[in-house]
């Protein structure tokens, strides 16, 4: 199975900043990467297809980037309905895996 | 959009099953990919596998071979999924989640099933 490795777990930040969570696959995935934003008794939510296509309706704050092995997740300027925890999910192979989270976090 | 309602709470004693629906509502049921994943309390989420029903293709995680087993009805636009020899382990909320086409990218997801495994 292809491991998903998601840095850092945890991410303190302040309204404003600007924000970055990388995800690192064991193998080559192409561009087969999403991201999702998580809320406390919540299904996730799609936010970023195909490594850096936004989902329709996703504030445009919220971009991803890479191809292979390493992708990224930037927030430009946090706002407060953005602390969460964000998974990244691989779909390349016939199996699919998760990072294990990074919670976004008021400092 | 495809919506996804899923049925509701199951309570269950361990070494025994459960299944989970989840009936989905625009698009075109059998064109697009089917996961279920779950989510444990106060962990990340797991896939435990996913369908295209039109292909008949059917994908399951390594850890849920052979204890897990997803189907699909396409006259109901309905997915269920069976999980065997429960154990207090699985507790937790299952998801059923929608791709967009041919592939398992969980696109939109159901509100979610919270399983109890329970003596």
């Known amino acids: 199975d292809i491991q998903m490795t998601q840095s850092p777990s945890t991410l303190s930040a302040s309204v404003g900043d600007r924000v970055t969570i990388t995800c690192r696959a064991s193998?080559?995935?192409?561009?087969?990467l999403a991201w999702f934003q998580q809320k406390p008794g919540k299904a996730p939510k799609l936010l970023i297809y195909?490594?850096?296509n936004l989902q329709s309706g996703v504030p445009s704050r919220f971009s991803g980037s890479g191809a292979g092995t390493g992708f990224t997740l930037t927030i430009s300027s946090l706002q407060s309905d953005d602390f969460a925890t964000y998974y990244c999910?691989?779909?390349?192979?016939?199996?699919?895996?998760f990072g294990q989270g990074t919670k976004v976090e008021i400092k | 959009q495809v919506q996804l309602v899923q049925s509701g709470a199951e309570v269950k004693q361990p070494g025994s099953s459960v299944k989970v629906s989840c009936k989905a509502s625009g698009g075109t049921f059998s064109s697009y990919g089917l996961n279920w994943v779950r989510q444990a309390p106060g962990q990340g989420l797991e896939w435990l596998g996913g369908?295209?029903?039109?292909?008949?293709?059917?994908n399951y995680a390594q850890n849920f071979q052979g204890r897990v087993t997803i189907t699909a009805d396409e006259s109901t636009s309905t997915a269920t999924m069976e999980l065997s020899s429960l154990r207090s382990e699985d507790t937790a909320i299952y998801y059923c989640a929608s791709a967009t086409g041919w592939n398992f990218l969980c696109a939109y997801w159901g509100q979610g099933t919270r399983v109890t495994v329970s003596s």
């Open positions: 195909k490594a850096s």
């Open positions: 193998q080559n995935i192409g561009t087969w």
């Open positions: 369908m295209i029903p039109i292909s008949g293709k059917v």
């Open positions: 999910q691989q779909y390349d192979s016939n199996s699919v895996t």
